[in-house]
């Protein structure tokens, strides 16, 4: 059998409403699956907390999470008022 690229295994219970938000999260952003969808949750959830850092340059599209003809629109600062 071929090794895992991902050789850790988690198993998460979630309630009803979780796992709708979920779903509805993962379609709306045309993520492959489930376990696509948790990883960018949880990625996101830690970078917001300093824990992760995506490389410079890195932009959402390039984690497959936006589709690649969406444009971005600049980040204002809390000081832009």
Known sequence: MAELERPQRLQVMLTDEELAALENWRFEKRMPSRSAAVRELLRRGLASEGFLT???GAKSQ?????PSSHKEEPQ???SDG
């Open 62 to 66: 390039d984690f497959g999470v936006l």
């Open 76 to 78: 204002r600062s809390p």
């Open 54 to 56: 995506a490389d410079t």
